[in-house]
T-cell receptor, first 113, second 113 residues
Framework: QKEVEQDPGPLSVPEGAIVSLNCTYSNSAFQYFMWYRQYSRKGPELLMYTYSSGNKEDGRFTAQVDKSSKYISLFIRDSQPSDSATYLCAMSAAGGGYNKLIFGAGTRLAVHP | NAGVTQTPKFQVLKTGQSMTLQCAQDMNHNSMYWYRQDPGMGLRLIYYSASEGTTDKGEVPNGYNVSRLNKREFSLRLESAAPSQTSVYFC????????????FGQGTRLTVV
């Protein structure tokens, strides 16, 4: 079983829709949770970062962490065609496990006008 | 500011050949990573290096070796390439400490025939 599970999609939505992307994980030591965005034929870039549980908002993007359920989410409001990309969740543990950064499979999102 | 630089960008190998993928970062980061990305599999960690002089296995280390030559450089070696190693390889680096982003190179597209 992979430590991080993410539905690869693809997910196709109309412009303006609210998008929900999710990951589940099995390692209870994970404390740092990240979302990366990857455009075609490019390296991933950090979109949002959360530590432990709770919500974080940045413009149209909201990241949620539910450690009790081992479940994280990324919400995109008012989605735009420019949001079309692959979204990858990533996690690492605290302390000595911090340096081991594990990614999910990535969800491919297409936002059509 | 170059960030993370990978060479080569593209490579075709015959089964059984060897090669080394090079990665260098100019951000003075302690941690460096090698990932492979395959369709539907996301980024899978091959090896990582928490600091100069240390390396650790990731999720899929078999068939690979790494060298952390100095703080800037982290190379990935395929001793005897196999078609199953056809993939896109990404190098990343990250500063030690909380709330730190991993920066990725542009990737190396490797085909083993």
């Amino acid at each position: 079983q992979k430590e991080v599970e993410q539905d690869p999609g693809p997910l196709s939505v109309p412009e303006g829709a609210i998008v929900s992307l999710n990951c589940t994980y099995s390692n209870s030591a994970f404390q740092y949770f990240m979302w990366y965005r990857q455009y075609s034929r490019k390296g991933p870039e950090l979109l949002m970062y959360t530590y432990s549980s709770g919500n974080k908002e940045d413009g149209r993007f909201t990241a949620q962490v539910d450690k009790s359920s081992k479940y994280i989410s990324l919400f995109i409001r008012d989605s735009q065609p420019s949001d079309s990309a692959t979204y990858l969740c990533a996690m690492s543990a605290a302390g000595g496990g911090y340096n081991k950064l594990i990614f999910g499979a990535g969800t491919r999102l297409a936002v059509h006008p | 500011n170059a960030g993370v630089t990978q060479t080569p960008k593209f490579q075709v190998l015959k089964t059984g050949q060897s090669m080394t993928l090079q990665c260098a970062q100019d951000m003075n980061h302690n941690s460096m990573y090698w990932y492979r990305q395959d369709p539907g599999m996301g980024l899978r960690l091959i090896y990582y290096s928490a600091s100069e002089g240390t390396t650790d296995k990731g999720e899929v280390p078999n068939g690979y070796n790494v060298s952390r030559l100095n703080k800037r450089e982290f190379s990935l070696r395929l001793e005897s390439a196999a078609p199953s190693q056809t993939s896109v390889y990404f190098c990343a680096s990250r500063r030690t400490g909380m709330n730190t982003e991993a920066f990725f190179g542009q990737g190396t597209r490797l085909t083993v025939v």
